[in-house]
Nanobody, 115 residues
Framework: QVQLVESGGGLVQPGGSLRLSCIASRIIFRLYTMGWYRQAPGKQRELVATINSGGSTNYGDSVKGRFTISRDNAKNTMYLQANSLNPEDTAVYYC?????????WGQGTQVTVSS
């Protein structure tokens, strides 16, 4: 069973930065497309960013130019560098892994942007 564990969330002031990590286990990590999604209270889960096995990336419109997704296949780890954070970025951030018909979600890490 795939296991995804997020870390790095917390409270940050507007304009600040955070680096989220997702460590995957029990998968051939390099074969998976990985992604970050987020869900704010009362809203639907939305795409933040994805990175495929070849390293190609895709970003949600609301984070383009501010967030950067990356992966380290040797460490089975995906990252999200989130800069210029604003209160609208407050949400639970989820790690996602997919390959063919196999997909899994992490349990999420809370990011709160507030002064």
């Amino acid at each position: 069973q795939v296991q995804l564990v997020e870390s790095g969330g917390g409270l940050v002031q507007p304009g600040g930065s955070l680096r989220l990590s997702c460590i995957a286990s029990r998968i051939i990590f390099r074969l998976y497309t990985m992604g970050w999604y987020r869900q704010a209270p009362g809203k639907q889960r939305e795409l933040v960013a994805t990175i495929n096995s070849g390293g190609s990336t895709n970003y949600g419109d609301s984070v383009k130019g501010r967030f950067t997704i990356s992966r380290d296949n040797a460490k089975n780890t995906m990252y999200l560098q989130a800069n210029s954070l604003n209160p609208e970025d407050t949400a639970v951030y989820y790690c996602y892994a997919v390959s063919g018909t196999s997909s899994s979600w992490g349990q999420g890490t809370q990011v709160t942007v507030s002064s």
